[in-house]
């Protein structure tokens, strides 16, 4: 089996996310150039369509920022949970196409719900809890546990956006 460094990772995941905004952003240009050339065109509809055309760059770009915030958000609190040794093992039985089996995935899963449930306000266990779901296939309740995650740690009192404000930690 060959050993790749998690650096090469990092490494493509970068690039392969630089690429998918170069092409995004230029699909998101040639359509906002349609959209002038629709709206400056006689016609009630070629004008409806062209003001749709204007709108779809907007929401696009909006929808890129915000992903590459998540992303960036994530990857922070990995960085952090990995330098403090909390980030979950992955140990768990894999079958030959690589997932995770589902049944060791619903015990980690378990175990990671009863962490945050004691201690709600951890984004450490949120963050656990999130990398379960993703184990366990449910990708949804895995963004939306990494969004609380990310939630408490900015709320966290030692985190520096926190910690100039009253009440925080220097």
């Known amino acids: 089996m060959i050993f790749i460094a998690p650096a090469f990772f990092f490494l493509a995941t970068r690039v392969w996310v630089a690429v998918v905004v170069v092409l995004l952003a230029l699909y998101l240009v040639l359509t906002a150039q349609r959209g002038w050339l629709l709206l400056a065109s006689d016609g009630f509809l070629a004008k409806g369509l062209g003001v749709a055309l204007l709108l779809l760059p907007v929401v ?4 890129l920022a915000r992903e590459i915030a998540f992303g960036t958000r994530v990857e922070r609190l990995a960085r952090t949970l990995e330098r403090e040794g909390g980030l979950p093992d992955d140990d768990l039985p894999r079958r030959p196409s690589g997932r995770i089996v589902r049944a060791a ?5 378990e175990r990671y719900r009863v962490e945050v449930q004691a201690d709600p306000e951890d ?6 809890l999130a990398w379960a779901y993703d184990a366990a296939g449910d990708r949804t309740r895995a963004r939306r546990s990494m969004r609380d995650a990310i939630r408490h740690h900015t709320a966290d009192p030692g985190h520096p956006a926190v910690a100039g404000r009253s ?4």
């Open 105 to 109: 995935a619903d015990a980690a899963f």
């Open 123 to 128: 984004w450490r266990r949120w963050f656990r």
């Open 167 to 170: 009440g925080g930690t220097p």
């Open 60 to 63: 696009g770009a909006w929808v």
